[in-house]
């Protein structure tokens, strides 16, 4: 059984930052891809960001430039850098390693 838990959410106001993390435990495989979706309020969960196992990296295009993720497979920890947050980047951010979700964490920029 594979355990997922995100951490780093909070209020910021627009043009601050934020960093979220990501971490897994269990049952992992040995090669497994972790993607950070959001989902704003009444809205569908959309994907930000994901990096596989070979380091490969997507970002939605709205986040490109501002967002960064990275990960420490040492610490099973996954992290997304967030520069530049503005309104429309309020959301619930979830982290989703293979099939197991987290319990997501709750971002918002406001001034």
């Known amino acids: 059984q594979v355990h997922v838990v995100e951490s780093g959410g909070g209020l910021v106001q627009p043009g601050g930052s934020l960093s979220l993390s990501c971490t897994a435990s269990?049952?992992?495989?040995?090669?497994?891809?972790v993607d950070w979706p959001r989902q704003p309020q009444g809205r569908q969960r959309d994907l930000v960001a994901r990096?596989?196992?070979?380091?490969?990296?997507y970002y939605d295009p709205s986040v490109k430039g501002r967002f960064t993720i990275s990960r420490d497979d040492a610490t099973r920890t996954v992290y997304l850098q967030m520069n530049n947050l503005q309104p429309e980047d309020t959301a619930a951010y979830f982290c989703?390693?293979?099939?197991?979700w987290g319990q997501g964490t709750q971002v918002t920029v406001s001034s």
């Open positions: 989703q390693v293979g099939q197991t």
């Open positions: 269990g049952a992992l495989p040995r090669f497994f891809t």
């Open positions: 990096i596989d196992n070979a380091g490969i990296i």
